[in-house]
């Protein structure tokens, strides 16, 4: 009688939010995790990608597997088979980014007595397997990759029906500009869409790289100062 009044105390106070335990559901433990990495994202001590990235990470490969299972169930090998599916079905770097995911959950729900220990730590490394190498592209290719660009706007600015996108069908015109400018300076598109027209010089042909677009839930995408990685600037010669 005293076991089952101590569980029914237990659930309470998990309903209540005022606790997790073993038997919470990891899932209850997940949210609990972003709703720490949304504030230390408010704080500008995290980048609102990062969030969402391990959002979407969390809503892809772990909860459907792990989601409905008690914290306390949550052990090795539920964890390497999550982060083996991610690696078989998508990538190296999918699967790095759901062990890191369920990593930051294991210790959160440790450092809340939700478990007993992370066992994530247990998993072995991951290896990349072979790097491949990279090629830049040669002025004929780059000629030929504008050429097409060009070409493909146009092409892009009716639906399956035949009806014009308007405004809509604009980006597809734009994708040559925006192609030749990464070319030329060689910055992340996030930084390259960033620019304003103060940090452009035609006369000295110099181009300031200062800030990067990050897409925040509920504010969509936001200017931010510094470049990705709060990175410093760059003056460019281009």
Known sequence: MARLKAALVELADEVKGDTISGSTRFARVTDLWLEELEQEA????LSPTTVRLYRGALSNWVLPSLGQLQSREVLVANCD?????ARAKASYDTAKTVKAVMSGV??????HGAMKLNPVRSIARMSRGEERTVVAL??????????????????????AKGRSLGGRGQIWLDLPDIMEAMLATGVRLGELLALDSAEVDPANATVVISHH?????????VRRRKRKGNRDGLVLKV
């Open 138 to 159: 040669d002025l004929e290719q780059r000629i030929e990759l504008m050429a097409k660009l060009r070409e493909y706007g146009p092409s892009r600015q009716q639906d």
């Open 213 to 221: 677009l990050v897409r925040i839930t509920g504010q969509g995408l």
């Open 81 to 85: 088979k999550v982060i083996k599916n």
């Open 42 to 45: 408010s704080l500008g001590n």
């Open 106 to 111: 294991c210790d959160y729900g440790v450092r």
